[in-house]
């Protein structure tokens, strides 16, 4: 043996430690293809671990997941405390925006309401009574002049008006009540106006089509608003009653644009709906009326006359339209839900609002509020008229029939089990 040589038995020590070593480490080491690899001492051994460490890496540690978008499918984002609360919400970063989050659930508390016909005296509108079944409303549009409602109740006009609802669930019992009052006084009355009456939650509970019956049942005039399809449901109610002017609707149409109706009115029936919706009505006999409702400068006031016409065609022998209101809270919402979806948009649209509520964000005077003033809310209604001769639109709207209204006090108080109040109408 030479000076400073390793015996062989060291060697093999040594080796068979490496060894023992690169097993230790977790992964087993791809296996020599050349024959007795396994025994072949120092130099298999080397073959060994280098092709352990040329083995593929350990995949990486996953990146956080990115948060749900809690707000999607809802029109607004900013859930300020409502004008009557003593404490103001703000939003803050709390350091969990990494986390997987779930969207907003919509939350219906049933309540036992003390009435159920609202009345007004306002001239802008043509019904001095009107029922609304629903507190809040699902469909969640960016624009909605009922939002501030739900600060009465402690709520925020913002996310909790979409996403916290109230159901009148003994509406159509108090409705029944109310007839039977000797001082009541029969006239037209509007169903909706401050929430939609055909929302999403009504598949569930029903309420509006409880209060047509009742209608029918006592021959009791009504009118109805809506820009979801649901109200095809109810045809079997309507058609009798339009048959005999005891009934009528009104189908609102913002936009034929899909992109626009998505993040504008995002839970509301697509556009070319609404258009079925109008044909599906008129066909079954029941006058039909237009709302083109709101109009927004500068976001679909350039749609005017397409949705008009193509409303006509549907069948429609009516139109309204009331342009952009913005009262109370609903400025913020609104123009937070421009600078987001339409941020090229936003200061136009807002000056064009100004020039039509003399310099301010709204003018809430009776003959203002609706219409608006100034040059551009003139050429509006030039334009909007124009069409409306064009189209046939221009007609007198049909009248509903009073004198048929029969009191329930005049079968001794007791709906008839038999059906002899109403089996002339369906």
């Known amino acids: 043996?030479?000076?400073?040589?390793?015996?062989?038995?060291?060697?093999?020590?040594?080796?068979?430690?490496?060894?023992?070593?690169?097993?230790?480490?977790?992964?087993?080491?791809?296996?020599?293809?050349?024959?007795?690899?396994?025994?072949?001492?120092?130099?298999?051994?080397?073959t060994q671990v280098v092709r352990a460490q040329a083995a593929p890496p350990q995949p990486a540690t996953p990146e956080p997941a990115t948060p749900k978008d809690l707000h999607h499918g809802r029109g607004a984002r900013l859930n300020e405390s409502g004008r009557y609360q003593h404490y103001r919400r703000e939003a803050f970063e709390d350091g969990w925006a990494t986390e997987a989050m779930t969207p907003l659930e919509t939350v219906v508390t049933p309540e036992l309401a003390k009435t159920v016909i609202s009345r007004n005296q306002s001239p802008d509108i043509s019904f001095d009574q009107s029922i609304n079944p629903y507190r809040g409303c699902e469909h969640g549009c960016s624009y909605c002049y009922a939002r501030p409602n739900h600060a009465y109740v402690g709520l925020s006009p913002g996310v909790d008006f979409e996403t916290k609802l109230f159901?009148?669930?003994?509406?159509?019992?108090?409705?029944?009540?109310?007839?039977?009052?000797?001082?009541?006084?029969?006239?037209?009355?509007?169903?909706?106006?401050?929430?939609?009456?055909?929302?999403?939650?009504?598949?569930?509970?029903?309420?509006?089509?409880?209060?047509?019956?009742?209608?029918?049942?006592?021959?009791?005039?009504?009118?109805?608003?809506?820009?979801?399809?649901?109200?095809?449901?109810?045809?079997?109610?309507?058609?009798?009653?339009?048959?005999?002017?005891?009934?009528?609707?009104?189908?609102?149409?913002?936009?034929?644009?899909?992109?626009?109706?998505?993040?504008?009115?995002?839970?509301?029936?697509?556009?070319?709906?609404?258009?079925?919706?109008?044909?599906?009505?008129a066909e079954a006999g029941i006058p039909v009326t237009v709302m083109v409702a709101p109009i927004i400068p500068a976001i679909n006031d350039s749609e005017i006359e397409s949705i008009l016409e193509a409303a006509a065609d549907a069948g429609a022998t009516g139109a309204g339209y009331v342009v952009l209101r913005l009262p109370l809270e609903i400025k913020d919402l609104f123009r937070d839900w421009l600078e987001r979806h339409f941020p090229e948009r936003a200061s136009r649209v807002m000056n064009i609002v100004r020039s039509m509520r003399g310099g301010r964000d709204y003018d809430s005077q009776w003959g203002k509020r609706q219409r608006g003033e100034g040059v551009y809310a003139k050429l509006i209604a030039a334009r909007f008229a124009a069409a409306c001769r064009r189209l046939g639109l221009d007609q007198p709207r049909a009248a509903l029939d009073c004198a048929q209204f029969r009191r329930p006090l005049d079968l001794g108080g007791q709906p008839d089990l038999f059906g002899e109040a109403g089996d002339d109408i369906g």
């Open 1 to 46: 043996m030479s000076k400073g040589a390793m015996p062989q038995s060291a060697a093999l020590a040594i080796a068979g430690s490496q060894k023992r070593r690169s097993l230790r480490g977790g992964r087993q080491p791809e296996r020599s293809q050349s024959p007795g690899s396994e025994d072949a001492g120092p130099q298999g051994l080397a």
């Open 167 to 281: 159901v009148k669930t003994n509406a159509a019992e108090l409705l029944e009540k109310q007839f039977a009052k000797p001082d009541y006084r029969v006239s037209a009355i509007m169903l909706g106006g401050v929430t939609d009456i055909y929302q999403p939650i009504e598949r569930v509970y029903g309420v509006t089509r409880s209060i047509l019956q009742v209608m029918q049942r006592w021959r009791h005039p009504t009118a109805l608003i809506t820009k979801s399809q649901l109200v095809v449901r109810d045809l079997d109610i309507l058609a009798p009653m339009a048959a005999r002017r005891l009934a009528k609707a009104a189908i609102s149409v913002t936009t034929l644009e899909r992109g626009i109706a998505r993040v504008m009115e995002p839970r509301a029936a697509a556009p070319h709906r609404r258009i079925e919706t109008i044909r599906a009505l």
